[in-house]
């Protein structure tokens, strides 16, 4: 048992003493989660929610937690690239008898990881109902746990972007009926459908998958990012302050979002990136890796325009425009007009482009203040010098 440690002095040697353990290794990320069970297979995890996620930081706490844990009589193994574990109370009381000088302060921002302890202390009699995870290296997770963990990290910008592995997510999550926040197993619902249908007790489902929404687990970091409809972003987006995301026919995926003030009204699909004031038009749909981008993930720049329904299946560069109803494929042939072409080149000077007169749309990947068009009489895809700039309105973002 740890004896609760007096002051903030003796606190750091303990840490350091914790940290010097033969074969110690400090976590890349680490959080204590209650988790959801299923209701007929209790040994299934269905989701697990994270109050308070470390991502390269408060490797203090980590250490606390270790040694909460091995003084529980669990045994943290520290050569994998991920360890989870049940805690019970045992593991609480350790726990706040190491952060015993930093409880009294423990409230708001300050302390997080201790206000957990001192929440799960109030709870206690916790059961099955809560692990923690500690990943060591970013690579395929092997758990729910940490599924969740990495979904965290990037939905509340912890983590860039398209830099976390997240091979074999899909294979790990388990596909479940969404009751509000709750998780509900497909099989347990198809057991009990009569009783549940006689009774009343049917639950009103409001999706079927494996992911959750954004807004079931995360709380926006700042006051002027807008979800208009809470199906239209699902968990591990990432959404930069200033994005509206309107309802209607607007999508954005999970490892997917936004890089500054962003209007969506069309589909951000996983893996795709949109940069700081651009406008993805109703109906819009920037390709993801699995749908016609030859597994390339696209990144869209800055004051950029698609227009309603078109689709966009390449980069593009800070300032295009992509006109309404038209697609931009990698194996599209673009007509560009000698003059035009010119004025191409001199807005991207570090670009190696050919002189001729039509191109693939792979060749002008990622190229900036192109306007891509199709001429209304001989229905062939154009692009000329954008000379319009995409501004968005300041007052709904």
Same mark, same amino acid.
């Given at each position: 048992m740890i004896e609760p440690i007096k002051t903030k002095e003796e606190f750091n040697s303990f840490i350091s003493e914790v940290q010097n353990q033969v074969n110690y290794r400090k976590p890349l990320a680490f959080g204590i989660a209650r988790v959801d069970r299923g209701q007929k297979n209790a040994n299934k995890i269905l989701q697990a929610n994270f109050a308070v996620v470390n991502w390269n930081e408060n490797f203090g706490s980590a250490a606390v937690f270790i040694k909460a844990l091995q003084e529980s009589g669990i045994e943290v193994d520290f050569s994998g690239s991920e360890f989870v574990s049940t805690i019970d109370d045992r593991?609480?009381?350790?726990?706040?008898?190491?952060?015993?000088? $930093?409880?009294?302060e423990a409230n708001g921002n300050n302390h997080k990881n201790v206000q957990v302890i001192k929440i799960l202390d109030e709870i206690g009699d916790i059961g099955r109902d809560y692990t923690i995870t500690f990943l060591f290296e970013d690579t395929a997770p092997k758990s729910v746990e940490a599924v969740y963990l990495k979904l965290y990290a990037l939905s509340l910008r912890k983590a860039k972007l398209r830099s976390l592995n997240l091979n074999?997510? $899909?294979?790990?999550l388990e596909n479940v009926a969404w009751v509000g926040n709750k998780p509900y197993e497909l099989e347990y619902l198809r057991e009990h459908e009569i009783e549940m249908k006689l009774k009343g007790t049917f639950p009103n489902i409001e999706s079927v998958d494996k992911f959750p929404r954004y807004l079931q687990h995360i709380i926006p970091p700042e006051d002027n990012i807008r979800i208009l409809d809470a199906s239209k972003v699902r968990m591990g987006a990432q959404l930069a302050p200033g994005t509206t995301v309107m309802p209607g026919a607007s999508y954005i995926n999970f490892n997917a979002g936004t890089l500054g003030p962003v209007m969506v009204e069309g589909r951000i699909s996983s893996s795709a990136v949109v940069g700081s004031g651009s406008d993805v038009g109703g109906g819009a749909s920037i390709l993801g890796v699995l749908s016609g981008t030859?597994?390339?993930?696209?990144s869209i720049g800055q004051n950029t325009l698609l227009g309603a329904n078109s689709v966009t299946g390449i980069p593009l560069g800070d300032?295009?425009?992509?006109?309404?109803?038209?697609?931009?494929?990698?194996?599209?042939?673009v007509k560009i007009a000698k003059e035009e072409l010119a004025k191409i080149k001199e807005a991207n000077p570090n670009a190696t482009l050919e002189e001729?007169?039509?191109?693939?749309?792979?060749?002008?990947?990622?190229?900036?203040g192109i306007h891509y068009r199709q001429d209304s009489t001989t229905g062939e895809i154009i692009a000329k010098r954008s000379t319009r700039e995409v501004k968005l309105n300041e007052e709904l973002h």
């Amino acid at each position: 048992m740890i004896e609760p440690i007096k002051t903030k002095e003796e606190f750091n040697s303990f840490i350091s003493e914790v940290q010097n353990q033969v074969n110690y290794r400090k976590p890349l990320a680490f959080g204590i989660a209650r988790v959801d069970r299923g209701q007929k297979n209790a040994n299934k995890i269905l989701q697990a929610n994270f109050a308070v996620v470390n991502w390269n930081e408060n490797f203090g706490s980590a250490a606390v937690f270790i040694k909460a844990l091995q003084e529980s009589g669990i045994e943290v193994d520290f050569s994998g690239s991920e360890f989870v574990s049940t805690i019970d109370d045992r593991f609480v009381k350790n726990a706040l008898n190491a952060f015993a000088p $930093f409880v009294a302060e423990a409230n708001g921002n300050n302390h997080k990881n201790v206000q957990v302890i001192k929440i799960l202390d109030e709870i206690g009699d916790i059961g099955r109902d809560y692990t923690i995870t500690f990943l060591f290296e970013d690579t395929a997770p092997k758990s729910v746990e940490a599924v969740y963990l990495k979904l965290y990290a990037l939905s509340l910008r912890k983590a860039k972007l398209r830099s976390l592995n997240l091979n074999g997510a $899909f294979g790990i999550l388990e596909n479940v009926a969404w009751v509000g926040n709750k998780p509900y197993e497909l099989e347990y619902l198809r057991e009990h459908e009569i009783e549940m249908k006689l009774k009343g007790t049917f639950p009103n489902i409001e999706s079927v998958d494996k992911f959750p929404r954004y807004l079931q687990h995360i709380i926006p970091p700042e006051d002027n990012i807008r979800i208009l409809d809470a199906s239209k972003v699902r968990m591990g987006a990432q959404l930069a302050p200033g994005t509206t995301v309107m309802p209607g026919a607007s999508y954005i995926n999970f490892n997917a979002g936004t890089l500054g003030p962003v209007m969506v009204e069309g589909r951000i699909s996983s893996s795709a990136v949109v940069g700081s004031g651009s406008d993805v038009g109703g109906g819009a749909s920037i390709l993801g890796v699995l749908s016609g981008t030859d597994g390339n993930p696209i990144s869209i720049g800055q004051n950029t325009l698609l227009g309603a329904n078109s689709v966009t299946g390449i980069p593009l560069g800070d300032g295009c425009i992509v006109d309404a109803g038209i697609a931009i494929l990698a194996g599209t042939k673009v007509k560009i007009a000698k003059e035009e072409l010119a004025k191409i080149k001199e807005a991207n000077p570090n670009a190696t482009l050919e002189e001729k007169e039509y191109f693939k749309g792979k060749e002008l990947a990622g190229l900036n203040g192109i306007h891509y068009r199709q001429d209304s009489t001989t229905g062939e895809i154009i692009a000329k010098r954008s000379t319009r700039e995409v501004k968005l309105n300041e007052e709904l973002h």
